[in-house]
């Protein structure tokens, strides 16, 4: 089994490539990646024979659809802003292919592919990071279990950093837009948007975490989930995390920022040079991601100080009975579900468990063979069932 692994050299795709080469039903990984350099980080760090380097430039679509020839699946773990012509690619190569989230409105855009998908024979699971993923399959769990639903709430709680960790945990692109723009929830039975960090309300997770400040962030999961359960009366959806797992005051440092316009994608003249404040802003924060190799599983006496656990909670009723569902997957080390995740759906596509076409995690994804998969790399879901009594 041949796994391509697009931003493999990045951030969260380390981690995929990571989770592949340990895994004995993949033969060969790619680290297909436009930093060459870094991809031979990533390489020399793992030492496996499995791992293969090859430089890939997305806006070379020859390029791009020659990486893919041959390959099994399409792991794609670079920016949001790529999935749509990576699917594209993967179309005329032949491809399966999964990534880590279309932040709501790309995911909406992706699923219009579903017939080219099926006209070609592939097939397409989006948003398996870990939050979306995990809780498309927490939440689906819990409706295989229900007769109507009433709400599924989705908590993404981190362990946060120390106030002067002047840190991006994960891609700054996507951060900024989650940080900006404004998010989507499912009230009352539609889509309705929110002012950015709004929402707020404390939440308990498993310790270690606590109690957590948590609030709305715009996400796949919302786009899809009210779709697929719209049959049992779905009401409300929403998702929140704490400060997307950075510290607080490093958050109302850029928002400040992005008041001032820096957030803006329209260029402005500097001079002779017109220059867009985003990117710009984007180049300059660059230099706040740690690197690739804090993001890797290290040897098991050298942890990461990175606890997190995602949590979806569902109401609704069984039997005539009230019944709330909360499922919460937890792990000691970090972003390692971000990586994970999409690794195991890579692994599902390649082995042809997945009809042809493009679909969200919770339609096409066994919740307990997935959840078995995951506690085998630590990564633990309980679940807890409250049932409401009345009289």
């Known amino acids: ?133 995990i809780p498309n399959i927490q939440s689906r769990y819990a409706a295989d279990r229900l007769d109507t639903i009433e709400y599924i709430r989705i908590y993404d709680g981190i362990k946060p950093p120390s106030p002067d960790d002047v840190r991006f945990t994960y891609a700054v692109p996507t951060i900024l837009d989650e940080l900006t723009l404004e998010p989507m929830v499912y009230e009352d039975g539609k889509f309705v948007a929110k002012e950015p960090l709004t929402g707020f309300e404390d939440y308990w997770f498993t310790p270690p975490l606590g109690l957590l400040p948590m609030h709305y962030s715009l996400h796949s999961e919302v786009a899809t989930i009210p779709i697929t359960f719209k049959d ?36 402005v003249n500097v001079g002779d040079v017109k220059v867009t404040p985003r990117d710009f802003m984007v180049a300059m924060m660059g230099s706040y991601v740690p690197p690739v190799t804090e993001f890797l599983a290290p040897p098991k006496n050298r942890p990461p100080d990175w606890v997190k656990e995602i949590v979806t909670e569902v109401k609704g009723t069984k039997d005539g009975s009230e019944v709330i569902y909360r499922l919460g997957t937890l792990t000691l080390k970090g972003a390692l579900p971000t990586g994970v995740a999409p ?4 692994i599902w596509l390649a082995e042809g468990r997945i009809e042809p076409g493009v679909y969200p995690p919770e339609q096409v994804l066994d919740p307990v063979p997935f959840f078995k998969e995951l506690e085998s790399r630590e990564i633990l879901t309980q679940v807890s069932v409250t049932k409401l009594v009345t009289g």
């Open 1 to 133: 089994m041949k796994i391509v692994v697009l931003g493999g050299a990045g951030k969260m795709g380390c981690i995929s490539v990571q989770d592949l080469v340990g895994d004995t039903r993949v033969d060969e990984v790619v680290i297909a990646d436009y930093h060459l350099e870094n991809a031979q980080i990533v390489a020399d760090y793992l030492g496996s024979p499995k791992v293969r380097i090859q430089h890939v430039d997305l806006n070379d679509r020859a390029e791009l659809v020659a990486a893919l020839q041959g390959a099994n699946a399409c792991l794609n773990a670079t920016v949001y802003y790529t999935n749509l012509p990576i699917m594209e690619a993967c179309i005329e190569a032949g491809v399966h292919y999964t990534d880590m989230g279309g932040l709501f409105h790309t995911t909406l855009k992706q699923l219009k592919l579903h017939d080219r998908f099926v006209e070609a024979g592939i097939s397409a699971v989006l948003g398996m990071g870990s939050a979306p993923g």
């Open 232 to 267: 049992k009366g779905v009401a409300e959806c929403f998702f929140k995390i704490n400060y997307w797992g950075m510290a607080k005051e490093t958050v109302e440092k850029v928002n400040v920022l992005a008041e001032f316009g820096f957030a803006g994608s329209d260029p």
């Open 343 to 346: 690794a195991l759906a890579a």
